[in-house]
């Protein structure tokens, strides 16, 4: 069986899944045995004190990524993860939505409760399916052109003018778009 060590704790990879929630983890660099787990498939490294996405290159085969809870405030170094299905960056610190271009197979992206002012960074992702922004800064309903396959938007919670919502479609009581094509529609004519 594959595990990992975390300061002098063993953690045991079970059905390609490594669940490190909750270890005051700061640094991967830190989870001793991490960069030989080339075939794990899911990483869970939520509530953690992780400030930096860092030594991940190795996890060729991961479709899950869980980074939710840290203090996360740029997404990179996540282009060697091409397999990628998805991606969990929620109640973080994040600003921009960057460095996701090459995740081309994203089809879940969380970023929930962060920081983000601006829809943008999206544009190559064209096999999202679903996407949470709920309670972040965003005032403008854009970027969403490309995401032709959105079945899922959830954007409440957010400073956009209630015409603007009302004009896509509106939300539901949870912050859900009624109609997520609308808002995709939406920003391809404006």
């Known amino acids: 069986m594959q595990f990992i060590t975390y300061q002098g704790q063993k953690f045991d990879v ?32 939520f509530n953690n004190k992780i400030s930096e996405i860092r030594d991940l290159d190795n996890l060729l085969n991961l479709e899950k990524l869980n980074l939710y809870g840290n203090e996360i405030k740029q997404i990179k170094n996540l282009y060697p993860l091409i397999k990628l299905d998805t991606l969990f960056l929620s109640e973080n610190k994040i600003e921009e939505i960057k460095g996701l271009s090459e995740l081309k197979n994203l089809h879940n992206l969380s970023l929930e409760d962060n920081q983000i002012s601006e829809i943008k960074g999206l544009e190559r992702l064209i096999e999202l399916r679903k996407l949470n922004l709920y309670g972040n800064n965003i005032s ?40 997520p094509k609308l808002f995709v529609k939406f920003c391809i004519k404006n």
């Open 14 to 45: 079970s059905d390609n899944a490594l669940i490190l929630g909750n270890q005051g983890i700061e640094e991967i660099s830190k989870i001793i045995g991490l960069k030989e787990l080339s075939n794990l498939k899911a990483l869970y490294l």
């Open 140 to 179: 403008e309903v854009k970027g969403l052109e490309n995401l032709i396959n959105l079945i899922e938007l959830r954007i409440g919670n957010n400073p956009i003018p209630h015409e603007i919502l009302e004009n896509c479609g509106g939300l539901n009581s949870n912050g859900y778009a009624n109609n």
